[in-house]
Nanobody, 121 residues
């Protein structure tokens, strides 16, 4: 019904930047919240940042001031600009979307397949 495709991960050195993108496609009426989560080896998945369709954003404390989430609502896309990356940011990053579906107008949550971000010291 809905697919989320992430891109932009990779291997960088500490202090460098990456920009993640996530495109949602399918039977979409409207997307309410979109966000990024991450999961490091041996750890639980954690919230990184979220953005509502109205532009409100929320960040986990460890990324505040370094990461910026943004959305292009017309293109059903969410971005995560990651600056001043640290080795502890290494994880698989997952896109998440809270979608209102066509034609049912039911609300359902979707996840992307994940993109690897690795930061070397």
């Amino acid at each position: 019904q809905v697919q989320l495709v992430e891109s932009g991960g990779g291997l960088v050195q500490a202090g460098e930047s990456l920009r993640l993108s996530c495109l949602a496609s399918g039977n979409i009426f409207r997307i309410k919240g979109m966000g990024w989560y991450r999961q490091a080896p041996g750890k639980e998945r954690e919230l990184v940042a979220t953005a509502t369709s109205g532009g409100s954003t929320n960040y986990t404390d460890s990324v505040k001031g370094r990461f910026t989430i943004s959305r292009d609502n017309a293109k059903n896309t969410v971005f995560l600009q990651m600056n001043s990356l640290k080795p502890e940011d290494t994880a698989v990053y997952y896109c998440n979307a809270d979608v209102i579906l066509l034609p049912t107008l039911r609300r359902r949550e979707y996840w992307g397949q994940g993109t690897q971000v690795a930061v070397s010291s």
